[in-house]
């Protein structure tokens, strides 16, 4: 009986392992790529944020409860007031041509909304040095202050006070600051240790040296006048 043979086994090697292959990374943006990709984001953001501003602002009050007192909005406040700016307790200095000093206080002041020289006072005061260092205090209820001009015009209840010791009063008066001169149209009363006057007018001139009385007027002279306003 013949056997059959098999023919031998073979059996193969082992072939190592294949490696993974490595995870491909992104392509990198060259600077001026990423410049380009910063400014397009920032076109994106910046609108967006601007626009959440606005409509957290015009919200806001909407959105916060008022328990007492009162809110002002800005519709609030009409236009005029907005154009015009108005200072508590003002106070102006200035000198006149010949460098001397004047100052103007006022308890309200309130600048022109069509011309920014122009100041509307309330109670204005104001101190003006005249000649070889004499003085005039003014008031008022009410002025206005052109500091382009340098002038001021008083109305109501106006008191001018020379520091002699004489005081005129009247309801209205015009005065240059810078020249040192004061002039009024207007009835007009005054005393001092001199005497007294009514006059229909005033002028007060030479930086306060001369005060004349003007339209029909009357003058009363007391004993030793001469000597009083020396």
């Given at each position: 009986m013949d056997r059959a043979i098999s023919a031998p086994?073979?059996?193969a090697p082992e072939l190592p392992p294949t490696p993974a292959p490595a995870p491909r990374q992104p392509p990198r943006l060259s600077l001026r790529n990423r410049y380009s990709l910063f400014v397009t984001t920032m076109k994106v953001i910046l609108p967006a944020t601007a626009a959440a501003l606005i409509l957290l602002v015009v919200a806001w009050p909407h959105l916060t409860a008022q328990r007492e007192g009162f809110r002002i909005d800005v519709a609030d406040?009409?236009?005029e007031q907005a154009k015009t700016l108005s200072m508590?307790?003002?106070r102006f200095d200035g000198?006149?041509?010949r460098n001397r000093p004047y100052t103007i206080t006022a308890d309200v002041a309130t600048q022109s909304s069509s011309n920014e020289n122009l100041i509307t006072l309330e109670a204005p005061k104001a101190d003006i040095t005249l000649e070889d260092g004499a003085w005039l205090a003014l008031?008022?209820?009410?002025?206005?202050?052109?500091?382009?001009r340098n002038r001021l015009e008083l109305s109501g209840e106006v008191s001018l006070f020379h520091d002699k010791?004489?005081?005129?009063?009247t309801?209205?008066?015009?005065?240059?600051?810078a020249r040192g001169t004061a002039e009024g149209s207007e009835p007009v009363t005054g005393h001092g240790a001199a005497g007294s006057l009514v006059g229909k007018g005033f002028r007060i001139l030479d930086r306060g040296r001369r005060i004349i009385v003007l339209g029909k007027s009357r003058l009363i002279l007391l004993p030793g006048a001469q000597e009083a306003v020396r």
């Amino acid at each position: 009986m013949d056997r059959a043979i098999s023919a031998p086994r073979t059996i193969a090697p082992e072939l190592p392992p294949t490696p993974a292959p490595a995870p491909r990374q992104p392509p990198r943006l060259s600077l001026r790529n990423r410049y380009s990709l910063f400014v397009t984001t920032m076109k994106v953001i910046l609108p967006a944020t601007a626009a959440a501003l606005i409509l957290l602002v015009v919200a806001w009050p909407h959105l916060t409860a008022q328990r007492e007192g009162f809110r002002i909005d800005v519709a609030d406040l009409g236009l005029e007031q907005a154009k015009t700016l108005s200072m508590v307790n003002a106070r102006f200095d200035g000198i006149d041509e010949r460098n001397r000093p004047y100052t103007i206080t006022a308890d309200v002041a309130t600048q022109s909304s069509s011309n920014e020289n122009l100041i509307t006072l309330e109670a204005p005061k104001a101190d003006i040095t005249l000649e070889d260092g004499a003085w005039l205090a003014l008031s008022a209820r009410e002025g206005r202050y052109d500091r382009g001009r340098n002038r001021l015009e008083l109305s109501g209840e106006v008191s001018l006070f020379h520091d002699k010791g004489f005081e005129i009063r009247t309801e209205s008066a015009r005065i240059d600051l810078a020249r040192g001169t004061a002039e009024g149209s207007e009835p007009v009363t005054g005393h001092g240790a001199a005497g007294s006057l009514v006059g229909k007018g005033f002028r007060i001139l030479d930086r306060g040296r001369r005060i004349i009385v003007l339209g029909k007027s009357r003058l009363i002279l007391l004993p030793g006048a001469q000597e009083a306003v020396r």
